[in-house]
């Protein structure tokens, strides 16, 4: 399914140890870009946090912020964790070592120091397991909302596509009507003229006119590039960046198309055109 890169979710979940929630943004980026608001004592986990967005997306800016609400610490007793401490208080003392001056440690300095202090009756383990799944919850929301936008993205797409496809057929089905009126106009302007020219060079002079009024390889080109982007919105996976490929290419196609046109209709068919591959490239940078 085809899916945006621009999206939001959020999800929250209440404990007795405390509330948490997750809310996740994502814009349209050329790379995945993942930026984190964690508190303090989840910092450790970002690293598991951008491993779950590698393996889910592949394209995309995402601001990702968790909000954490403890219980009430007045009713909780706090313990001191000892292995953190002592290497603390480790660290301290070499530091006293190699600087003389320093001045004592402030035990409220130290008690705020993350990883002392430990909540007793709280399971660490628990609340970093709760918001590790909140977050797996929030990114599987967030997935299902871009898959949302970009089924409505692809329909915006597929009805520029049959415009475009339909202007072909219209200038295909013109063309030899183009070519014969175009070579009548230079026989008339020529007899008018009661110009005594060769018969081979007006014989060259209708040629190059017919040659330079064919546009029919532009157009079968674009029909294969309407084709080979509707293909590509059926593929899984990421097309974002194949599509603003293909949107070059047929972008390509209508200026040599308006370059070659001869009469007004045509270039009015290259400019409507321009202006539809112009609307689905505007669109395409919002699919991953």
Not at 74 to 95: G, K, R, Y
Not at 132 to 157: A, M, P, T, W, Y
Not at 247 to 256: D, P, W
Request: aromatic content about 6%; proline content about 3%; glycine content about 2%.
């Amino acid at each position: 399914m085809t899916a945006s890169m621009t999206a939001f979710s959020r999800q929250e979940a209440v404990y007795d140890w405390g509330t948490i929630s997750w809310e996740v943004r994502s814009v349209n980026q050329r790379y995945l870009e993942p930026n984190f608001r964690l508190p303090e004592n989840f910092r450790e986990l970002e690293f598991s946090f951008r491993d779950v967005l590698r393996k889910k997306l592949n394209r995309g800016k995402l601001e990702c912020q968790l909000r954490f609400q403890a219980v009430d610490k007045a009713s909780t007793s706090l313990t001191i964790n000892p292995t953190n401490a002592q290497a603390l208080a480790t660290a301290v003392e070499t530091l006293g070592t190699w600087f003389k001056d320093l001045d004592p440690a402030n035990p409220l300095d130290i008690l705020k120091w993350p990883g002392i202090l430990s909540e007793e009756g709280t399971e660490a383990e628990m609340m970093k397991k709760a918001v590790v799944e909140l977050f797996n919850k929030s990114v599987d929301e967030l997935i299902q909302v871009r898959l949302r936008e970009g089924e409505q993205l692809k329909e915006i797409i597929e009805q520029r596509l049959d415009a475009i496809d339909a202007i072909v057929v219209e200038v295909q089905a013109k063309l030899p009507e183009i070519i014969a009126a175009q070579k009548q106009n230079l026989i008339d302007k020529l007899e008018a003229a009661k110009a005594d020219l060769d018969p081979m060079r007006v014989e060259a002079e209708i040629v190059l006119l017919a040659q330079k009024a064919d546009v029919a390889e532009e157009l079968d080109r674009l029909a294969t590039h309407t084709k080979e982007v509707r293909r590509q919105l059926q593929q899984k996976g990421p097309i974002g960046r194949r599509l603003d490929f293909l949107m070059q290419e047929l972008n390509r196609e209508a200026n040599t198309l308006s370059s070659k046109s001869i009469v007004v209709e045509t270039t009015q068919s290259a400019v409507e055109l321009k202006v539809l591959i112009e609307q689905m490239r505007e669109q395409i940078q919002n699919i991953e």
